[in-house]
């Protein structure tokens, strides 16, 4: 008979199970919940560290509020493995980030614990305070709101943006920092536990409501000297006096693996009478419990499957370099020529290869933490002053930059240069991280040069025509994962504007791809011509501004023309029907098809399994061709 390794936590399926556990069996359940996220995550790969850090926490959490009547947000969402294991999932984690699988992030249509979804970051307060506003709009005031926000989520603008309003409105709203990387927290020990339980519990509690009802009935400069004697002395106590000013009371830092700590406060913090929004600083310690995690430099943040003895992960072995990593040399060898050259990461440093631009120029390199808008207006002003800089973004993130990218930049007319990672669908983090929306909501605004890398070496290429654009923005785009394996050029070269490449001459199909769907173009090509279909493929390149005489060759000697693009509806394809139709392209008798994303958000998945669910691979495009030309498979083929 086999012993369970986890029997504490074969015992919990929901928290209500949790709670009928005494508080002494707390601790082991954290280290059998520690064990099974290794575990799960040593299978599926995923978000690591950053739940290893949160396990005491989320124990807490759950064995304290009645979730999920009480709204338990995470933010970033990457933090949640530990929270779906005790949220009716373990049955399931080991699908995490698989087709038709678990997300890697807290998604509501998931779970009823998943009060708010998360993939992008720092949402969590404003989200939390719209919930404890409803709350008291319904006369529910026996909800409780708790916003767990972290692992870099508290350098963007939009967390002090929601702290400055819920400060405002004197809602209930408990707010849980778990500093992860020491960026706040003064060291912690006994002394700063005992006080935070102290000023947290009811005796301190009701003294305070005592005093403020005392002082209320002094004059009124008084009182206010009071209220900041107070809010002073804690501060100094404490190390909270940001927080205080922000209007928050602040509790802490606690030791976040310290149940001893953790659940005497957050009990206090439950069940005390306060009139406002109050912050509980516990500092954690990312990918804690896990010595490999402890030990690297990122402390496990993502990771593929690994060996959970070893931590060694299995990483295949790649068949072309990465797109990020040719953007990020690339981008060195322009620094080496060009001392204008500078790199702007929003706290993704090695995920754009900045990382690489930073090791060789680190005072030309500028990591500005998670904050998209002000990386966009940071760019401009480097710009203004006749610099040239990279503003490296996912094009999922510089969505949360689009006001000053058309305020800041485009308006002004700054020779930005936008280098969006990440274009296109990216498989197993799903849909709040797939660059589908760039081309679209780039597409629209004027005097912008856009291109897509059909490979690695026109990435290559494109990196370097955008250095050379000193007068007007421009951004290229370029997808997640490994090149398609083209030879590479040993310098990058500068692009004619606005041209596009023919790479199959044909007669009767016109195939024109934006970005990496080229390759699928160019299989289609080969399907059609077993078909006795003569199909050409060019390569766009730009978007704006469009390649009019390859457009016009294209219309004018094919029967059917076929756009195809990684982005969705509204994007490259419409901005060449509006072309067209402008110039009377469309007046007599060519076949046009566009192929986008489709209208709907894409799950998690392999990429390849994306795509022909999208309907955008090799066999979707002779199937477009065939049905443009009233042909069937059958009829085609014979």
């Not at 069996?25 to 919940?33: F, P």
């Not at 370099?321 to 990461?345: H, N, R, W």
Request: proline share 4%; charged share 20%; hydrophobic share 40%.
């Amino acid at each position: 008979m086999t012993t369970s390794k986890t029997p504490l936590l074969d015992t919990v399926t929901i928290p209500s199970d949790l709670r009928k556990l005494q508080p002494a069996q707390l601790r082991q359940l954290a280290d059998e919940l520690r064990q099974e996220t290794i575990d799960a995550v040593s299978v599926t790969g995923g978000h690591l560290g950053a739940g290893l850090g949160v396990v005491e926490l989320t124990v807490a959490i759950h064995y304290l509020f009645d979730t999920p009547d009480d709204r338990l947000i995470w933010d970033v969402g990457h933090q949640c493995y530990p929270h779906k294991i005790l949220t009716g999932r373990r049955d399931r984690i080991r699908t995490l980030r698989q087709g038709g699988g678990l997300s890697g992030f807290t998604k509501r249509s998931e779970s009823e614990y998943d009060a708010f979804g998360a993939g992008h970051s720092s949402t969590s307060i404003s989200a939390g305070l719209g919930m404890a506003v409803a709350n008291q709009l319904s006369d529910d005031k026996r909800k409780n709101v708790i916003a767990v926000i972290g692992d870099g989520a508290m350098s963007a603008g939009m967390a002090y943006e929601a702290m400055n309003n819920a400060a405002a409105t004197d809602q209930r709203l408990i707010v849980i920092l778990n500093d992860n990387d020491m960026s706040i927290a003064p060291p912690v020990g006994s002394m700063s536990g005992y006080l935070s339980r102290l000023i947290s519990g009811k005796s301190y509690q009701g003294l305070r409501n005592a005093a403020k009802g005392l002082t209320k009935h002094l004059p009124r400069q008084i009182e206010e000297v009071a209220r900041k004697i107070e809010e002073y002395t804690r501060g100094m106590m404490t190390g909270g006096t940001l927080f205080e000013e922000m209007g928050f009371f602040y509790v802490g830092p606690i030791d976040g693996h310290n149940l001893d700590h953790l659940l005497p406060v957050l009990r206090n913090v439950r069940d005390a009478d306060l009139d406002g929004p109050v912050l509980i600083h516990a500092v954690t310690q990312k990918g804690k419990g896990y010595a490999p995690a402890e030990h690297a430099l990122d402390k496990y943040h993502g990771v593929a499957k690994f060996d959970v003895v070893t931590g060694k992960q299995a990483k295949p072995t790649p068949n072309a370099p990465a797109y990020t990593k040719v953007y990020g040399e690339t981008l060195v060898k322009l620094g080496q020529k060009d001392e204008k050259v500078t790199a702007i990461t929003a706290a993704m440093p090695s995920g754009t290869g900045v990382n690489l631009f930073a090791d060789a120029f680190p005072d030309r390199s500028f990591d500005v933490g998670i904050a998209e808008q002000h990386a966009v207006t940071f760019a401009a002003g480097m710009a203004c002053e006749g610099y040239k800089p990279f503003c490296t973004i996912y094009s999922t993130f510089l969505q949360r930059g689009y006001d000053q990218l058309v305020h800041d930049v485009v308006v002004q007319n700054l020779p930005v240069r936008f280098a969006l990672d990440r274009a296109g669908l990216v498989g197993a983090d799903g849909a709040t991280h797939a660059g589908v929306y760039d081309v679209a909501y780039l597409g629209c605004l004027p005097n912008i040069v856009l291109m897509a890398a059909a490979d690695e070496a026109e990435l290559v290429h494109m990196t370097t025509t955008a250095w050379s654009i000193n007068d007007r923005p421009s951004a290229f785009r370029y997808p997640r994962g490994e090149g398609v394996g083209v030879e590479m050029p040993a310098e990058g070269q500068v692009l004619e504007i606005g041209k596009g490449r023919i790479l199959r001459e044909g007669s009767k199909i016109a195939i024109l791809s934006y970005g990496t769907r080229l390759a699928e173009s160019l299989l289609a090509a080969e399907d059609l011509a077993a078909r006795g279909l003569s199909a050409t493929v060019a390569d766009a390149r730009f978007a704006k501004p469009l390649d009019a005489d390859l457009i016009a060759d294209l219309a004018r000697n094919h029967e059917v023309l076929i756009t195809i693009e990684e982005g969705s509806i509204g994007g490259f394809g419409a901005i060449v029907l509006q072309h067209m139709a402008g110039q009377g392209l469309l007046d007599h008798g060519l076949k046009v098809r566009t192929m986008a994303l489709p209208d709907r958000l894409l799950d998690h998945d392999k990429p390849e399994k994306q795509y022909a669910e999208a309907g955008l691979d090799a066999d979707a495009i002779v199937r477009t061709a065939l049905n443009a030309l009233g042909l069937s498979e059958s009829k085609a083929r014979a």
